[in-house]
């Protein structure tokens, strides 16, 4: 990795440096696909918390992301500089296309961006931005910190189209030329480590967070109860793009045997994706139409209601570097039921602040619901720890002042032309 500050030597010069809690405020240049309300993942929630976290801490934050309607170019949210930036291919459909020419507009606009601030590091959050972040690193003299949050090969379970290889070799290229990479779990720093043959000195790991204020001033529970029918219903919860790794199919392969058991279980599955009305249209195939529910797109407000509403979370992802709903639905103080994978496996720890089953596994997956459902006050203690401990490991306030220490030691070291 170019320039990667090395374990120890680097360190013992940082704290040298600087005494804790005496950091200086940094100017920060964060580049996202994703942020507010153009939220598709977790990449866009994780920026926006993160970003506002380290205006809180005094540091000045400017995020550069895509224009969506309805949207002014530039505002300040939060203690935040939030700069939109116009795409002129407007066919997402090309996705790749897409952010070639995203990179574009975000070059031209970060150049006359850097002559009005001086920033002391980029952030670029995965390859979606690479082109961009690399080109004003090498303008710019900046110290780059790259957050990946998934990689292809992960994603896809392999190689194995053109398009996915070049998107490797992007991220490859930005892991490569960036000063820190910063992960959000160990499972993905190993990841990183083997399929990018970097050091595992240069690979941070920061976990993501959740506001502790999540659910506040949320839409009554009983606007969405009455909205799509949950009277008496047994709500299991389910939310992500609808793509192959969510492994929401398991949920359709499971359903048969639990809803046999129980006819009034209802699985409510949130978001957009591309297998979206294939999923309807097995669901309608299958005739379960009465007890799966593919919902689309949802407001924000919605999900947040539903998490409170829900009497289970259900996480069957077969790939997840981290998986931020499941912060989210230990905060509701909801039963969790995640995949055994990647970072779920790292938050969850079966049977005592949730539940885990087998990813893609819809035997697994039907015990393991039918278990929690007739084991109300097992399940209820389990949730009450899981709230316990999502606001003392997953706290953004502690995530961001970490996060500002990574950017202060790859900024000194780059001075250091280390």
């Known amino acids: 990795m170019k320039k990667a500050f090395m374990k120890g030597s680097f360190t013992l010069f940082f704290y040298m440096k600087r005494k ?33 976290a380290l205006a809180r801490y005094g540091h000045d934050v400017h995020v550069v992301t895509v224009y969506e309607e309805q949207c002014t170019t530039y505002e300040k949210v939060h203690g935040v500089h939030v700069h939109r930036v116009a795409v002129d291919y407007r066919e997402k459909y090309h996705f790749y296309e897409w952010i070639a020419q995203l990179n574009k507009s975000m070059i031209v606009y970060t150049q006359e961006l850097c002559k009005v601030y001086a920033f002391d590091v980029i952030h670029a959050h995965d390859w979606l931005v690479a082109i961009c972040a690399m080109d004003l690193q090498k303008q710019e003299q900046l110290s780059l910190v790259t957050t990946v949050h998934a990689t292809e090969r992960g994603r896809n379970s392999g190689i194995y189209t053109s398009l996915q290889w ?59 109860t009455n909205h799509y029918n949950l009277v008496n219903r047994l709500v299991v919860f389910s939310i992500g793009r609808i793509v192959n790794e969510k492994g929401f199919y398991t949920i359709i392969e499971a359903a048969p045997q639990i809803t046999q058991r129980y006819p009034q279980i209802l699985f409510i599955i949130a978001g957009q994706g591309t297998m979206l009305e294939q999923y309807r249209a097995a669901v309608q195939g299958m005739g379960l139409q009465h007890s799966i529910h593919f919902l689309g797109h949802i407001t924000e407000e919605e999900q947040r209601a539903f998490l409170q509403r829900c009497d289970v979370l259900l996480i069957p992802s077969l790939y997840e570097p981290f998986g931020i709903v499941a912060l989210e639905g230990m905060l509701a103080k909801r039963p969790v039921l995640v995949s055994r994978v990647g970072g779920l496996q790292e938050i969850i720890v ?37 709230y316990e401990d999502v606001l003392v490991h997953y706290n953004w306030n502690e995530i961001a002042r970490t996060t500002a220490q990574t950017y202060e030691k790859a900024v000194q070291h780059h001075k250091c032309g280390g």
């Open 350 to 386: 079966d049977g005592v602040n949730g539940f885990q089953m087998q990813p893609g596994c819809s035997q697994s997956l039907s015990e393991k619901l039918i278990w929690i459902i007739e084991q109300p006050k097992i399940a209820h203690r389990v949730a009450n720890k899981g």
């Open 166 to 224: 070049k998107i490797h070799m992007h991220e490859k290229e930005l892991v490569t030329e960036s000063n820190v990479v910063i992960v959000c779990s160990q499972f993905m720093k190993d990841e990183v480590v083997r399929d990018f043959e970097v050091n595992s000195d240069a690979v941070i790991v920061h976990p993501n967070g959740i506001d502790q204020y999540f659910f506040h001033a949320v839409t009554p529970s009983l606007e969405i």
């Open 20 to 52: 804790e809690g005496c950091m200086e405020p940094l100017r920060i240049l964060m580049l996202a696909w994703e942020y507010p309300p153009m939220m598709v993942g977790g990449l866009g929630r994780h920026v926006y918390e993160l970003s506002r």
